[in-house]
Nanobody, 127 residues
Framework: QVQLVESGGGLVRAGGSLRLSCAAS????????MGWFRQAPGKEREFVAA????????WYGDSVSGRFAISRDTAKKTVFLQMNSLKPEDTATYYC????????????????????WGQGTQVTVSS
C-alpha cells in the first residue's frame, strides 16, 4: 500500500523560505514520477514541480520556476520542495503525488495522471 505524508508547511512572510517534505512508503520504482501540486481555495489544482525517483529530469510550473527546487533522497524515500522568495500568491495547500511508471513531462504536469496523493500541507505567505 502506497502512503505519502507531507510535512513542512507553515506561515512565512513574503520573501521567506520553506522546505516541504514528502515521505513515501510502499513504492519507489526508479521510473515513478513524484509531483508537487498546490490548490488555493476556489482554484484548480496547479502543477508545481515533478521529478523521477531516478533523478532523471526535473520540471517546474511557470509560476515557481527559478524560485522552487525539487529534489529527492532515495535512501529515505523522501521528496523535497525547497521554496524560496515566497509570495502571497504561493499560499495554498501543497500536495505530493506519485505516478507509477515512466512518463513524459506533459503527463507529469497533469494532476489527473497521478494515482496516489498525500493529505496535503498548508503554506501561508503573508505580505
Amino acid at each position: 500500500q502506497v502512503q505519502l505524508v507531507e510535512s513542512g508547511g507553515g506561515l512565512v512572510r513574503a520573501g521567506g523560505s520553506l522546505r516541504l517534505s514528502c515521505a513515501a512508503s510502499g513504492r519507489s520504482a526508479r521510473d515513478d514520477g513524484m509531483g508537487w501540486f498546490r490548490q488555493a481555495p476556489g482554484k484548480e489544482r496547479e502543477f508545481v514541480a515533478a521529478i523521477r525517483w531516478s533523478g532523471a529530469g526535473e520540471w517546474y510550473g511557470d509560476s515557481v520556476s527559478g524560485r522552487f527546487a525539487i529534489s529527492r533522497d532515495t535512501a529515505k524515500k523522501t521528496v523535497f520542495l525547497q521554496m524560496n522568495s515566497l509570495k502571497p500568491e504561493d499560499t495554498a495547500t501543497y500536495y505530493c503525488a506519485l505516478r507509477p511508471g515512466r512518463a513524459i513531462s506533459a503527463i507529469l504536469r497533469d494532476p489527473h495522471q497521478y494515482q496516489y496523493w498525500g493529505q496535503g500541507t498548508q503554506v501561508t505567505v503573508s505580505s
